[in-house]
């Protein structure tokens, strides 16, 4: 691995905006994208897809072991995530699939299995790597830490309105419920917990626009 490659994490909560603004900055820089929530999600899909118990922590290593996983930007300019060829990420941001992934993350062996995978992500002219333990456990090394982070009701808010504008019927309280478990699971597991890394810049985006948020993340890199 080339470890002078520049690696930007971006580690924060669900719904604090990772993705758009990952995927903002590695536009605007030339970088490579890791969305390293798709992988546990794909992983959590390609349980459901071979009937394998999400509490079976060794039939989920093997299962990382059999899957091709592949981002890749379409001529449309988005990005596909493609399970051994075929693209799912239309499938990726269920609430089904996001609560399996939160619930399979917590496996030791789960994680470890998918470490060389996410650092192989690390190539020239550089990588924007978004999740929960970029900056702490994936990229120990690298070069730029952001922790992106909203209040539980604001990230909320935001869910509730992309359910809503996706036709699917929701509940505003449920919704915050729901984050807040996630938030909770996430940040209190035994095995590569969400934390703010160590020399991390903390961007709360409660009140900023997504705009603000990429000039914000931009600046971290030319003040470094
Ligand atoms: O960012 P996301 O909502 O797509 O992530 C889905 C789940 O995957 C999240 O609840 C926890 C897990 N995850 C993780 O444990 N570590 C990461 N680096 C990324 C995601």
Redesign the pocket.
């Known amino acids: 691995m080339n470890y002078s490659t520049p690696v930007l994490t971006i580690?924060g909560p669900?719904?604090s905006g990772?993705?758009s603004i990952s995927k903002r900055v590695a536009e605007r820089l030339g970088w490579h994208y890791l969305?390293?929530?798709?992988?546990?999600?794909a992983l959590g899909l390609a349980a459901i897809k071979n009937h394998i118990d999400i509490k079976d922590e060794k039939a989920l290593v093997t299962l990382v072991r059999q899957i091709d996983l592949e981002f890749k930007k379409t001529e449309q300019g988005y990005w596909a995530v493609l399970l051994n060829g075929e693209a799912i990420q239309d499938q990726?941001q269920t609430e089904e699939v996001?609560e399996i992934?939160?619930k399979i993350?917590v496996f030791k062996e789960v994680?470890q299995s998918l470490l060389a995978k996410?650092q192989s992500f690390r190539k020239k002219p550089g990588l924007v790597a978004?999740?929960?333990?970029?900056g702490s456990v994936?990229f120990p090394d690298a070069q730029y830490k952001v922790y992106l982070t909203a209040s539980a009701e604001e990230r909320g808010k935001r869910r509730y309105k992309q359910l809503i504008e996706k036709g699917i019927n929701a509940n505003l309280k449920d919704v915050i419920q729901d984050i807040e478990q996630?938030d909770e699971?996430?940040q209190n597991?035994a095995f590569?917990p969400?934390v703010i890394p160590e020399g991390a810049d903390y961007i709360d985006s409660s009140n900023d626009t997504v705009d603000e948020v990429v000039h914000h993340v931009l600046n971290v890199l030319k003040n470094t």
């Open positions: 580690d669900s719904g990772k993705g969305d390293s929530g798709a992988l546990y999600r990726l996001g992934a939160s993350a994680r996410q978004d999740g929960r333990d970029m994936v996630r699971r996430d597991r590569s969400l």
